[in-house]
């Protein structure tokens, strides 16, 4: 099996908003797919159609070989779903969340308490085993959530933008989760609005808007093509700005844009931003500020789309409701 | 988070639980958060309490003479009543159960759609059988007597919950089918509220309007009340209890089978 994810063609639109507009994708075995992009691009409608909660218009959509409309029952042997908006039980504790699952999927009383009380301790949980889920903090309840996906170990895990809200440091947790979880053989497919998540965690990436995808790679692929990293230069004087632009491309060839009276250039490595500053520095442009940092998600798109991310919009969910 | 080995445990579980062993995971699901919010237990018979107290009290010495009299005849039929009203919550809790994302998840795996429904009714049952119990107490301790004694109140008891297992059924395609909570609200005084007053609940058939009389006749409240009058008074059983069982039958075909559509409709979109 070449693919344990594989999308052809998927199209599902709710009344006249076309959700996902031909959609392909590809995870091999045992790798991340990261789908990058923007609220209402439609990453939420694909992670329905592959865990079997959408049934799409046209084209196909297997997991591990199998069809999730046709074989809907087996798909759902051997996946895991955190979606967008916690899969939980609010009344019910963590534990007694973990249990239910754990009787529903066939264990034993003994079995499903064991497994809980496992999940519990690793998913650093134990402090709030017995307290009701619903008055769980976002990153304790994000930590139940994907615990819950688990409790049968799947092949394939689908993780629904499963650090939005969350701080640093329970964002970094979720991570290291889902690296062991790849290493022990799951194949995953996230959706993110982060490229540094996707760029962490991802094998390869599909960056999708309005329900298309725009550009697919591995991350490094994407990054040369937006341009791995950004230098922001800000002139002293407004004026300055034409000026710093057009010495920027004649440094390295790249196409620079202003935003809010700062330079933004795109650069491959940090290589580049030195050559620019070299630049700079030699036609005696003053700087009022300067800063490298890795490319938004609205650079992205910007780069790739000629438009901004329309990171307004509304959530999936209100559309597919 | 600490190191993890989710492969440490075996995961691929062999017992092989069918359908009802799912339906009563998914019933203690429900009866769970009593533990978290045991007021819960109070909220269930409040409405039929009060719906038996009131109406004996202020209304039934008017309607026959004595509040005593009018308790013989309508009390256990009236706390039916109030347990049909009820039903309502079945549909609201699903609707809840719904608009939270554990449903998702549930859908997403491999339970048979009918537990993740009949779990909720069954909850339900449990929580109006222990209504039952109570508001039955109370009525006990007010002065009822049933002729039929124990054998024949638990009679009476068996049908009532067998008709609102039914009944919660008809709730449950109402709670996945409705926009709005309100709504389902309004469901139950536009809808169960006529079908309870055309009924032999409070008064017998030949007291009604003559128009109303042909249609108390067929209403399934006068078989639920009717048979829990037979069991109640030591009768012999007759055509009401199949009458009642015919009903029971009759909603349960129409409504499982509408409502496992409006939940592939609803949660697989």
Redesign the interface.
Do not use: C
């Given at each position: 099996m070449k693919y344990a994810i594989e999308v052809r063609g998927l199209r599902k639109s709710f009344g006249d908003v076309n959700a996902l507009d031909g959609v392909d994708l590809g995870a091999a075995p045992g790798t991340v797919l990261g789908v990058l992009g923007p609220n209402g691009a439609g990453k939420t409608t694909a992670v329905r159609v592959l865990?079997?909660?959408?049934?799409p218009d046209a084209g196909t959509a297997r997991v591990l070989g199998l069809d999730v409309a046709t074989q809907?029952?087996k798909v759902?042997?051997r996946?895991g779903?955190t979606?967008q908006?916690?899969?939980?039980?609010?009344?019910?504790?963590g534990e007694?969340n973990l249990v239910?699952?754990?009787?529903?999927?066939?264990?034993?009383r003994r079995?499903a308490r064991?497994?809980a009380n496992?999940l519990i301790?690793?998913?650093?949980l134990a402090h709030a085993a017995t307290r009701?889920a619903g008055k769980y903090s976002g990153g304790m309840r994000r930590?139940l959530d994907l615990a819950?996906?688990?409790?049968?170990?799947p092949d394939v895990l689908f993780l629904d933008e499963p650090t939005t809200g969350l701080d640093p440091q329970s964002r970094n947790?979720?991570w290291?989760?889902v690296r062991?979880?790849v290493a022990?053989g799951?194949t995953v497919l996230l959706t993110t609005q982060y490229l540094e998540e996707a760029d962490q965690l991802a094998d390869s990436i599909a960056v999708i808007d309005t329900g298309r995808v725009i550009a697919s790679g591995t991350p490094a692929q994407l990054k040369q093509t937006v341009g791995g990293q950004v230098l922001r230069l800000s002139p002293a004087r407004p004026d300055a700005a034409g000026q710093l632009a057009q010495l920027a491309e004649w440094a390295i060839g790249a196409k620079a844009r202003t935003e809010d009276g700062a330079v933004i250039v795109p650069v491959a490595h940090a290589g580049e931003a030195q050559a620019v500053m070299v630049r700079v520095n030699q036609a005696g442009v003053d700087l009022a500020g300067f800063g490298l940092h890795e490319p938004t998600l609205d650079e992205v798109f910007l780069q790739l789309t000629g438009h901004r991310a329309h990171t307004e919009a509304e959530p999936e969910k209100e559309m597919?409701a | 988070?600490?190191?993890?080995?989710?492969?440490?445990?075996e995961?691929?579980?062999?017992?092989?639980?069918g359908t009802l062993a799912?339906s009563a995971?998914?019933a203690?699901?429900s009866l769970?958060?009593i533990k978290?919010?045991p007021a819960q237990l109070v909220d269930f018979f409040m409405i039929p309490l009060m719906i038996l107290l009131s109406i004996t009290f202020f209304m039934g010495g008017q309607m026959m003479g004595s509040w005593q009299d009018f308790l013989q005849y309508a009390g256990p039929t009236i706390i039916a009543m109030g347990l049909f009203f009820a039903v309502t919550s079945t549909g609201l809790g699903l609707y809840g159960d719904i608009k939270?994302?554990?449903f998702?998840?549930?859908?997403?795996?491999?339970?048979s759609r009918f537990?993740l429904l009949a779990g909720r009714v069954a909850a339900d049952l449990v929580k109006y059988a222990w209504a039952l119990l109570v508001v039955g107490g109370v009525a006990f301790a007010i002065g009822y007597r049933a002729e039929g004694g124990v054998l024949g109140t638990a009679a009476a008891a068996g049908v009532l919950l067998l008709f609102l297992f039914a009944a919660s059924w008809s709730m449950v395609l109402v709670g996945l089918t409705a926009k709005s909570e309100e709504q389902i609200q309004t469901w139950m005084i536009s809808l169960l509220m006529p079908l309870a007053y055309t009924s032999t609940i409070f008064v017998e058939i030949d007291t009604l309007p003559g128009a109303v009389q042909w249609w108390a006749e067929l209403n399934p409240l006068t078989a639920l009340a009717d048979s829990m009058r037979v069991f109640l008074d030591g009768g012999t059983p007759g055509g009401e209890v199949w009458a009642l069982l015919g009903w029971c039958a009759a909603i349960l075909a129409v409504f499982v089978p509408l409502s496992l559509r409006a939940y592939r409709r609803k949660?697989?979109?």
């Open positions: 865990s079997t909660l959408t049934r809907a029952g759902r042997e996946i779903l979606g908006y916690a899969g939980l039980d609010p009344n019910l504790s007694q239910l699952i754990a009787r529903l999927l066939g264990a034993s079995q064991a497994r496992e301790e690793r998913f650093d009701a930590r819950a996906s688990v409790v049968r170990r947790g979720l290291q989760v062991e979880l022990a799951t597919a | 988070m600490s190191a993890m080995n989710t492969a440490a445990t995961t691929t579980w062999t017992t092989k639980r799912q995971s998914m203690a699901r769970a958060s978290h919010y939270e994302g554990v998702d998840r549930l859908t997403a795996m491999p339970v537990s949660l697989t979109n």
